[in-house]
């Protein structure tokens, strides 16, 4: 078991779970931005950008961009949460 980050850049109070992979596809990797945390055993990979304030559950896996202030769950990985309040929205 391992926790991988291979990330283009990452912000500031970035909280990582363990069993976590971020990196690479043929494209590239992710930014991170401030204040994200990552659950146990999400995949966050590719040319993607992960919003301030973003909060990914655990074994989300993350392959488009999300916004800032939102929150991804599994199994594929949506907005149920934009600025506190809740949505169902497709990344």
């Known amino acids: 078991h391992s ?5 283009k850049s990452i912000g500031d109070n970035l909280f ?3 069993n976590v992979t971020i990196g690479w596809d043929d494209f590239g990797c ?7 945390r990552i659950g146990t055993g999400a995949i966050v990979f590719g040319n993607i950008s992960i919003g301030n304030n973003v909060k990914i559950g655990a074994n989300a896996t993350v392959v488009k961009s999300v916004p800032d202030n939102c929150t991804v769950v599994s199994p594929q990985a949506y ?3 934009r600025n506190g309040v809740k949505v169902n929205e497709p990344l």
């Open 3 to 7: 926790t991988r980050i291979g990330a």
């Open 16 to 18: 990582i779970n363990q």
């Open 30 to 36: 992710p930014e991170i931005g401030n204040n994200v």
């Open 79 to 81: 907005i149920c949460k």
